[in-house]
């Protein structure tokens, strides 16, 4: 079991501290940024043993301006991670070099960092960055996410996103 621990704990680790190195050495080099939004992501009931746990997320982007866009994707956390939880709302604030964002822009990979606990009603902050720091549309570093459940968790996070329909009511 260690070694499976091992083998999910250090690339995680790896994509972490590149992408602070990445951000570190770009910083100069990179465009004003204004808002651009908010991005909200509602994840399904997840249930976490002890290593890490994958939950399902929709997302729905509301540009300051045009029409709303949305993504399906999956938030994989990967450290200590014990509990149940319902569905979990995040939100973050969108920066890009411009307020107009074209559809799919969001989608890609962010990595980072991601800490909770809930006993009934709960929070966690989620600290991600994009894993290609070269991107002209990020989200804001961390988010507050409201959970329901029995959970505590401290753990490396990655969030996926894809275009997809609008979500369900």
């Known amino acids: 079991m260690s070694h499976l621990f091992a083998r999910l704990l250090i690339p995680g680790a790896v994509a972490v501290s590149s992408v602070a190195i990445s951000a570190g050495a770009l910083a100069g080099a990179t465009m004003p940024q204004v808002s651009a939004g908010l991005l909200e992501c509602r994840g399904e009931f997840a249930t976490a043993y002890g290593f890490g746990s994958t939950r399902k997320v929709r997302c729905e982007f509301r540009p ?9 994707g999956t938030l994989d956390r990967v450290g200590l991670d014990f509990g149940v939880s319902d569905q979990a709302s995040m939100l973050w ?12 822009a969001l989608a890609g990979t962010y990595v980072g960092l991601s800490t909770g606990f809930s006993l009934g009603p709960g ?10 720091a070269t991107r002209q549309v990020t989200l ?18 990655t969030l ?6 609008p979500i369900p009511q």
């Open 123 to 132: 929070f966690s902050a989620n600290m991600l960055a994009s894993q290609d």
């Open 93 to 104: 604030a969108v920066l890009a070099t411009s307020p107009q964002v074209d559809p799919g």
């Open 140 to 157: 804001q570093p961390i988010s507050v996410s409201s959970d329901s459940g029995l959970s505590v968790s401290i753990t490396g996070a």
């Open 160 to 165: 996926t996103l894809a275009p997809s329909g």
């Open 64 to 72: 300051s301006v045009g029409m709303n866009h949305y993504y399906a």
